[in-house]
Nanobody
């Protein structure tokens, strides 16, 4: 059974950092990419970052490039999203999701989703 469980969200001041975790089970990170998405109230879900299955290549949305870093630990079946220099506009529920192969930036490219973790950036 495929499962993805996010954790690590919370309240942080602008300029602060958080590390989100996406614990996975029921499939191999060797074959499935992991994407991070976020959804703010009243807005559509947007792609943030992905790490591909084969070479572990990473990609980022322009809005987070240089501030966020995605990584994975295949032995722990876990993917991380290190978020630095957080801004109020980063406030959202963050979701991880899985897609076969390389993955992409489209919501519809992903088959399984976690339940989300809230990130709030506020003074």
């Amino acid at each position: 059974q495929v499962q993805l469980v996010e954790s690590g969200g919370g309240l942080v001041q602008p300029g602060g950092s958080l590390r989100l975790s996406c614990a996975t089970s029921g499939f191999s990170l060797d074959y499935y990419a992991i994407g991070w998405f976020r959804q703010a109230p009243g807005k559509e879900r947007e792609w943030v970052s992905l790490i591909s299955s084969s070479d572990g290549g990473a990609d980022y949305a322009d809005s987070v490039k240089g501030r966020f870093t995605i990584s994975r630990d295949n032995a722990k079946n876990t993917v991380y999203l290190q978020m630095n220099n957080l801004k109020p506009e980063d406030t959202a529920v963050y979701y991880c999701a899985t897609a076969w192969g390389r993955g992409g930036s489209g919501v519809n490219e992903y088959d399984y989703w976690g339940q989300g973790t809230q990130v709030t950036v506020s003074p």
